[in-house]
């Protein structure tokens, strides 16, 4: 029977051991090759939806489905051969003397064979330029370094989901760019990008569809643009509307604008040429 790849919470709900509830009643379905951002308020319930995905917790009703399949009751080991998880500190998830050997963790825990854990952990690093970095000791990285050695682990392990947790989080303009750049190159390939956030840039750049955490539900699933220029309740989601919208939404006749190029670019031809700003 044909089932769709996707990640799915269906009815989900959630409280801590204090029984206070955190989610109620949340579906939320992630489609295979989709590049979504994950937004609300900070407590609102996000990083709880990315570990029930993962299996980290569990929800207290509803169900997990990972491409079909029912898996509230799998063990987070078992889901990681199919979704890769970054903390926002990842360097909390690595122990080993190496990031060669931090990469091969997986597929060796896996059983694969020595030689295709060799093949997967050079492609993994030469997909997010750590080549250069294979003998050096992870937690003497940089933030950025650090992210792209727990991407490189899930890309060695050929998962098709990738789930990130603030992931710019403390990373300069420079480093912020190379990363989404490298996760926008992975979806381009067909991987699946979930990503919390708090930066409404990245959310209107590079995310096609945004979903917003709030009131312990989903109160919002749509595109950015939809988002940032329909909804008048931003500031209640914990949102606010990047500086290029509101710019362009002040313009009469100016499309919407998702980064400050893309406004720039617009405001000269809507000026036939002039240079204006």
Known sequence: ??????????????????????????????????????????????????????GLEKPTGGFVYIDGRDVTEEKAARRSKSIGYVFQRPERQMFRPTVAKEIAYGPEQAGHAAADVKIAVETAMAATGLAGLADAYP?????????????ASALAMKTRYIILDEPTSGQDN?????????????????????????????????????????????????????????????????LSR?????????????PYCPT????????LSHAGGNKIC
């Not at 362009?248 to 006749?253: K, L």
């Open 1 to 54: 029977m044909w089932r769709e790849k996707m990640l799915e919470l269906r009815d989900v709900s959630f409280a801590y051991n204090n029984g206070v509830p955190v989610l109620e009643n949340l579906n939320i379905q992630v489609r295979e090759g989709e590049f979504i951002g994950l937004g609300g308020r900070n407590g609102s319930g996000k990083t709880t939806v990315t570990r029930l995905f993962m």
């Open 174 to 238: 420079a480093d912020k760019k190379m990363l989404m750049e490298l996760l926008k190159a992975l979806n381009k390939q067909g991987i699946t990008i979930l990503l919390i956030t708090h930066d409404m840039d990245i959310l209107a750049e590079y995310c096609s569809r945004v979903i917003v955490i709030g009131n312990r539900t989903k109160a919002f699933d749509g595109g950015p643009e939809e988002l940032f220029t329909k909804r008048d309740d931003l500031y209640e989601l914990g």
């Open 139 to 151: 937690p003497n990285l940089n933030r950025s370094e650090k992210q792209r050695v727990a991407i």
């Open 260 to 267: 400050m190029a893309a406004f720039r670019e617009a405001l």
């Open 242 to 254: 990047p500086v290029s919208v509101t710019l362009s939404m002040a313009v009469p006749g100016l």
